[in-house]
T-cell receptor
Framework: SQQGEEDPQALSIQEGENATMNCSYK?????LQWYRQNSGRGLVHLIL?????REKHSGRLRVTLDTSKKSSSLLITASRAADTASYFC??????????FGKGTRLHILP | GAVVSQHPSWVICKSGTSVKIECRSL??????MFWYRQFPKQSLMLMAT?????????EQGVEKDKFLINHASLTLSTLTVTSAHPEDSSFYIC?????????????FGPGTRLTVL
């Protein structure tokens, strides 16, 4: 069964606004990763946050991890049309497997 | 950076035929490779974990006789969809662990789109 559950399932915002996506998971993890996927294309790795980290930044991306609540968030600041994509969290739970959540479909409106 | 390739990128086949998809780690040795399946507008579902030189470990609900996985070398894993049917039409993605970034990093291939007529 899938480990992560993203929230919301779909999100539409105006260009320039910030987009926040949340992910919850069920078991203890080694790390959590966020990926982007454009329609019909492969995955793009965005960021990896380890279980002993609480926050990580990469350009316009900010990821937080709360292991006590088993949740993570991905914030995209100053969104652009090119950010339109599906975003997935994926958990690495010490068993070598990476399990994906259901994803959030983000649509940036011009 | 580490690169994982898949071949073919897309394939169309008739119902009942078998299709082989290759996954290669181009510049690193991958002791473990993974195969995922993704239906339209859905997430990636892990199908199986493939270790070089040993039998693949399949996730619950995945038919091992239907989806044959061979990890013959440290740079190549193959997925064969046997006697394919239209319901097997999907996007198949492989990934590999390894490379200089360490065992935590998993590199994904670009995917193979299978359409069964």
């Amino acid at each position: 069964s899938q480990q992560g559950e993203e929230d919301p399932q779909a999100l539409s915002i105006q260009e320039g606004e910030n987009a926040t996506m949340n992910c919850s998971y069920k078991t203890s993890i080694n790390n959590l990763q966020w990926y982007r996927q454009n329609s019909g294309r492969g995955l793009v790795h965005l960021i990896l946050i380890r279980s002993n980290e609480r926050e990580k930044h990469s350009g316009r991306l900010r990821v937080t991890l709360d292991t006590s609540k088993k949740s993570s968030s991905l914030l995209i600041t100053a969104s652009r049309a090119a950010d339109t994509a599906s975003y997935f969290c994926a958990t690495d739970a010490w068993d070598d497997k990476i399990i994906f959540g259901k994803g959030t479909r983000l649509h940036i409106l011009p | 950076g580490a690169v994982v390739s898949q071949h073919p990128s897309w394939v169309i086949c008739k119902s009942g035929t078998s299709v082989k998809i290759e996954c290669r780690s181009l510049d690193f040795q991958a002791t473990t490779m993974f195969w995922y399946r993704q239906f339209p507008k859905q997430s990636l579902m892990l199908m199986a974990t493939s270790n070089e030189g040993s039998k693949a470990t399949y996730e619950q609900g995945v038919e091992k006789d239907k989806f044959l996985i061979n990890h013959a070398s440290l740079t190549l894993s193959t997925l064969t969809v046997t006697s394919a049917h239209p319901e097997d039409s999907s996007f198949y993605i492989c990934s590999a662990r390894g490379g200089t970034s360490g065992p935590d990093t998993q590199y994904f291939g670009p995917g193979t789109r299978l359409t069964v007529l």
